[in-house]
């Protein structure tokens, strides 16, 4: 069966430090997809990113990166210089390839960005 | 361009009573899909639709029923509300490749 766990259930930090917040999984599926979400204070779930299983290129988007490593499982999310609107819950999710749009989540991390 | 609509946006209900909660979509997405969000609990899976006329059951979906008559719509039905069925509820929709897009959530309360 399918499986995310993030086990930093609360991070909070000051303004301007860089933050990672941690996912691993578990699937036996060959092809698969996983996602990061930000859930803001206002409730809506705002999505970040997709990356399939073939592609372990490290992405960057502006203060966010995120870094793919299959031989460990793991899909963990780094926000550099992070600000007071980054506080949310952000949510990792992975998904089956090859026709299921059927995705597992894990708990969720809040993370608490200080002034 | 709407993307996904649900509603209501809170509800609160008595033990017993039955409702529906709508969405709506018209991305022309074939995938739609049902989530409640519990604290602590990240988001469970209650109900998927491949395409109109064809549903499935996900990870939670005992006390709920849906349908899909329709590309664009896809309501879930409480037939007997329960305390335990107090939560956030996400529709959301697929393009394909596991990439949802989720509507603005229904909080619901089941006293």
């Known amino acids: 069966a399918q499986k995310v766990t993030q086990a930093q259930t609360e991070i909070s930090v000051v303004e301007k430090e860089d933050v990672t917040l941690d996912c691993v999984y578990e699937t036996r599926d060959t092809t698969y997809y996983l996602f990061w979400y930000k859930q803001p204070p206002s409730g809506e779930l705002v999505f970040l990113i997709r990356?399939?299983?073939?592609?372990?290129q490290n992405e960057i988007s502006g203060r966010y990166s995120w870094n793919f490593q299959k031989s460990t499982s793991s899909f963990n999310f780094t926000i550099t210089a992070s600000q007071v609107v980054d506080s949310a819950v952000y949510f990792c999710a992975l998904t089956k390839g090859g026709g299921s749009e059927k995705l597992v989540f894990g708990k969720g991390t809040k993370l608490t960005v200080n002034p | 361009n709407a993307g996904v609509t649900q509603t209501p946006k809170f509800q609160v209900l008595k033990t017993g009573q039955s409702m529906t909660l709508q969405c709506a979509q018209d991305m022309n997405h074939e995938y739609m899909s049902w989530y409640r969000q519990d604290p602590g609990m990240g988001l469970r899976l209650i109900h998927y639709s491949v395409g109109a006329g064809i549903t499935d059951q996900g990870e939670v979906p005992n006390g709920y029923n849906v349908s899909r008559s329709t590309t664009e719509d896809f309501p879930l039905r409480l037939l007997s509300a329960a305390p335990s069925q107090t939560s956030v509820y996400f529709c959301?929709?697929?393009?394909?490749?596991?990439?949802?897009?989720f509507g603005p959530g229904t909080r619901l309360t089941v006293t």
């Open positions: 990356r399939n299983s073939f592609d372990e």
């Open positions: 959301a929709s697929s393009p394909g490749r596991g990439l949802q897009y």
